[in-house]
């Protein structure tokens, strides 16, 4: 008999994508579906999410697809933007925190705007993204995975980027933290 076809790896998983509209977080939302997952589109930007989830459920079906317009640095959002997941799909049990921004000056033309800027999105955000998903899989009692889309500017500083350096380097060290606090809960 011919061998049965594997199923998709991550059928009936619930995947949640920050910067989900956009670049890598449209392509990592693309290969979760293609790999059986049910997605949720996490964005900011609610033009591109449209046409994101649009683009996406054409592809793999509008009921594996789930859009939600949500703020990173908004604690208020994160909160909600969770409950309408749960909401969506009944649950999570992977979130891909990927929203992001750059930002390019030597120290000394980095203004201060951009440096806040900067680290409410790549630091403050994966907080806020992971302590609200911490919040969820604790809750669900299942386990999970949280995915932080980082950089090589993380670990090697390059000469102009102050201000991403430097937030890429504490989100590597959040996910380390991160890493330690949900072991004992297959976290």
């Known amino acids: 008999p011919p061998p049965r076809p594997t199923p998709p790896r991550l059928r009936g998983r619930i995947a949640y994508v920050t910067g989900g509209a ?6 990592t939302a693309a290969r979760l579906l293609a790999d059986g997952a049910h997605v ?3 964005d900011i930007d609610t033009r591109a999410l449209q046409t994101a989830q649009a683009e996406l459920a054409s592809r793999f079906g509008a009921d594996r697809v ?3 317009a949500m703020d ?3 604690e208020a959002s994160v ?9 969506a799909f009944g649950g999570v049990d992977i979130v891909v925190s990927n929203a992001g921004l750059a930002s390019s000056a030597s120290v000394t033309e980095t203004t201060l705007a951009t440096w806040r800027r900067t680290h ?4 403050t955000g994966y907080f806020l993204v992971s302590r609200e998903a911490f919040r969820v899989l604790e809750a669900q009692g299942l386990g999970g995975s949280i995915v932080f889309v980082a950089s090589k500017n993380a670990l090697v500083a390059t000469p102009g ?7 890429k380097a504490a989100e590597l060290h959040l996910a380390r933290c991160l890493a330690l606090e949900g072991a004992p809960h297959g976290i």
């Open 120 to 123: 409410d999105v790549l630091t």
């Open 72 to 74: 990173v640095t908004d």
């Open 79 to 87: 909160a909600a933007s969770f409950a309408d997941t749960v909401l």
């Open 161 to 167: 980027a102050v201000a991403y350096n430097s937030a």
């Open 66 to 68: 789930h859009d939600v």
């Open 40 to 42: 949720v589109l996490a």
């Open 22 to 27: 956009g670049g890598i977080g449209r392509a």
